[in-house]
């Protein structure tokens, strides 16, 4: 879905760079990129580290070409390959940055964010992002909350936002945009994320099995894009969806296969939205045990 920007020919005062958004799992960073980008690009759900890959969202305003990278949600809980390869995705993006946002939820910072902030690179300039402003009902005490967040690192912006509630946005797009640099656009201007659609179909299945199964499934799970076919307008999707026991793709089906009917309608539905035609989506539950811990599996599966 991106293009060549290479005919361009920008303004001198052109700005671009890459902004990696980075946090704790659950403090909302795919829903702000969503957000910010106008269109669903990074699944989301109250799993944590529902992402699990670097995701990109462009957003092109006159002249300006913010490039977002959505990262997983970083965390020590989990030791095995899988939530390693998720952490270094995170460390890898934040050296790659132009600018940084670091996004907790205001009024909370506990141990797992400090693990991020800690993470900050001193030579890339961060914002940081409050999220979820409009739940804290004491305005008096955010100011206070803010300065003491900041004094563990030198933020060059904080700003107070709410994702859903489209709050302060508008303010953090100008707090970016004197940070990034003089660059010429990286994307066509009506790009709007660098993934292709069969990696966004994956992860739209993905988001459905998190969200219609829920906490009773382990987060070790995962989709697998068998074929991705376009013809004309209509795409055919043939997904697989991953699974480590018999008794979790038991959850998935569900009673009489009611739950996974679920999911391959709601995802298909999200397809055709977000690919603009009709989609026939084919989708099977397997098991296949021991991949999150085995690097070359990953691998296969396009962890990075």
Known sequence: MAGD???????????????????????????????LVGAKVS??????????????????????????????GFQTRHSNALNKTLNRTVTNTLTAADVILFVI??????????QVL???????????????????????TLMPFAAEVASHHDFAAVVPVSAKQR??????????????????????????????????????????????????????STVLIEKFEQEGNLRRVFAAILVERDTHKAMVIGQKGARLKEISTQS????????????YLEI?????????DNEAGLRAYGYE
């Not at 109250?46 to 699990?52: C, F, G, I, L, S």
């Not at 969202?57 to 997983?72: A, R």
């Not at 100008?174 to 066509?188: A, C, T």
């Open 5 to 35: 920007a290479s005919a361009q020919t920008p303004a001198d005062d052109y700005r671009c760079g890459y902004i990696a958004i980075v946090g704790r799992p659950n403090v909302g960073k795919s829903t702000l990129m969503n957000v």
């Open 43 to 72: 699944i989301t759900s109250r799993k944590a580290q529902t992402t699990r890959h670097r995701i990109t969202g462009i957003q092109t305003i006159e002249n300006t070409q913010y490039v977002y990278v959505d990262t997983p």
């Open 105 to 114: 939820e205001a009024g909370t910072f506990g141990p797992a964010d400090k």
């Open 118 to 140: 800690d993470l900050l690179p001193s030579n890339v300039p961060c914002i940081l992002v409050l999220n979820k402003a409009d739940r804290n009902k004491d305005k008096t």
């Open 167 to 220: 709050f302060q946005l508008d303010r953090l797009q100008e707090e970016v945009r004197k940070l990034l640099p003089q660059n010429p656009p990286m994307f066509d201007e009506d790009d709007i994320t660098d993934r292709s659609e069969k990696f966004l179909a994956s992860e739209i299945v993905r988001e459905k099995v998190f969200r219609f199964v829920g906490e009773e499934l382990p987060y070790t």
């Open 268 to 279: 298909r539905l999200d397809m055709e939205r977000l690919f603009g035609g009709p989609v």
């Open 284 to 292: 099977w539950v397997k098991v296949k045990s021991g991949w999150a």
